[in-house]
């Protein structure tokens, strides 16, 4: 059955003001270094017409990576379309940055020493770097920390840290926040010390937070950085809410302790299940939930759930998504195809209601959730959706006072323009078209599928959008609306300018 919505901006409610750098994203270090990442799926299971055959034991998900050479962060198209996303935070962190050895002055000649697992050279670094200025973008970092650092009874020394903030800082890119450790509630996974407990953890985060403050007060504390410590994926049958099975999943709480050093920004990594590389570990959603009210709903119950931690720890303060994604383990088959777009679109509308802070996309150009194709840097349909995003929607954030129901998910900004009025973002993931009340006349921007849902390129007003010659952006002008009746079409996303 059709929903029918009508638009009243007499009734809208301002919430808050949202960062600028709402929209950032994830250059993984296993990219800057060269290293082992998610295999790409083949384009049948892309296409959703070969099914990806399932591992029995997700302690088997090793035989699922594969060795991708360093990422050419110097690359043309990618730092243009970086670019156009414009300002952003760039966080290098992963599971690989807490066994990364800051080779900087080349006496390790290639060679990683013992208990670390890769090598970062000075070259690498300052090509980041380069990076991130070219992109007018923030550096967030975690640092190592792994039996090459120090044994779980030491306390962590900050040696191989200061290297790398001092080498930035001279640079002129100095590392504008930090987390100490990437997913320190994985102990297990995580590459930390061999024995490596809670209360080692709370120790280490303290002297991490206090060496900040002292060598580079400038600098933003961020934390705690933990993945999975709550009801992340709701309980539907075929999606279970367990992550890393077999393991104990540490708490906050416990990570924290005492709590000395105290953060300037709270995060966590939220990711809407478990892809189909990791669905032993339990968490995986069929592709048949993946327009569900329940499956959107992911995204905010997270940040609601952690919205009190946040308020415990770093009352106040700003609440980060250092890690956000479709699926851990790559992201899901269809994560780079048309139907990741509701859930993207629909994560920063409700975020937004919910708190002000930034999420950070996982990942920018790497894997099958990256907005970006690896290696070639092709811009997929979620790249356009956030690009949208960003050109529309202004920094005020209100309550639209309509109820989030399948069909009508309904949120609304003041213009990015500057100019009086409001963007209205309505999300339609049912089957049915939506029918909306437009008080008066507008510029709407409509997303769909190209021919199917599960698409690899997307539409916007039926045009469909990819890079021209030159690399030149495709035509992303709206088109005008009419007051009155709009139908807007099954699983479509829609903008309006009014």
Known sequence: MAEFVRLDPQKLTALRQIDERLVSYNVEMTEVTGGTFWKAYTDAQVDGTEEF????????????????????????????LARQLGTAWVRVSGTWANKTYYDFDGHCNGKVPEGFQNLLTKDQWLSLLDFVKAVDGKLLVSIA????????DEPMPFDQADLLFRTSKEYGVPISAAEFTNEPNLIALSGLPKGYTAADHARDHDLFGAWLKENYPECLFVGPCTVGDIDMFGTMEGAGGGMAAGYDIVTTEALLGDYKSKMDVFSYHYYNGVSERGQAMGGHWPYEAA???????????????????????????????????????????????????????????QFCTITDGVIF??????????????????????????????????????????PIREGAHIYCHSRKDGKDGYVY?????????????????????????????????????????????????????????EAGTLKLPPYSCTFLVI
């Not at 770093?314 to 998504?321: F, K, N, S, T």
């Not at 356009?384 to 005020?396: C, E």
């Open 53 to 80: 055959p399932p591992i029995t034991n997700w302690q088997d998900m090793g035989n699922l990576q594969q060795w991708y050479d360093p990422i050419d962060t110097k690359n043309p198209r990618l730092i243009a």
């Open 145 to 152: 920390n792994c039996p090459g650092i120090h044994s779980a």
């Open 291 to 349: 327009l569900t009210d329940k499956y959107l709903s992911v995204a905010a119950s997270c940040a609601q759930q952690y919205t009190a931690r946040r308020d415990k720890y770093v009352p106040g303060g700003q609440m980060w998504v250092t890690e956000s994604g479709d699926a851990g383990c790559g992201g899901n088959t269809w994560a780079s195809t048309y139907v990741d777009v509701p859930r993207t679109l629909n994560e920063l509308g």
């Open 361 to 402: 996309h996982n990942t920018l150009a790497s894997s099958d959730y990256g907005y970006l194709k690896h290696g070639t840097f092709e811009p997929r349909p979620n790249y356009f959706a956030v690009l949208l995003w960003n050109r529309l929607m202004g920094k005020t954030c209100y309550d639209a006072h309509e």
């Open 425 to 481: 973002l309505i999300i339609n993931n049912s089957r049915d078209t939506t029918l909306v009340d437009l008080p008066t006349e507008g510029t709407r921007y409509t997303l769909t599928g190209n021919g199917k849902i599960r698409s690899r390129t997307m539409l916007l007003n039926g045009r469909e959008l990819k890079l021209g010659a030159n690399d030149q952006l495709p035509d992303l002008s709206g088109a005008y609306q």
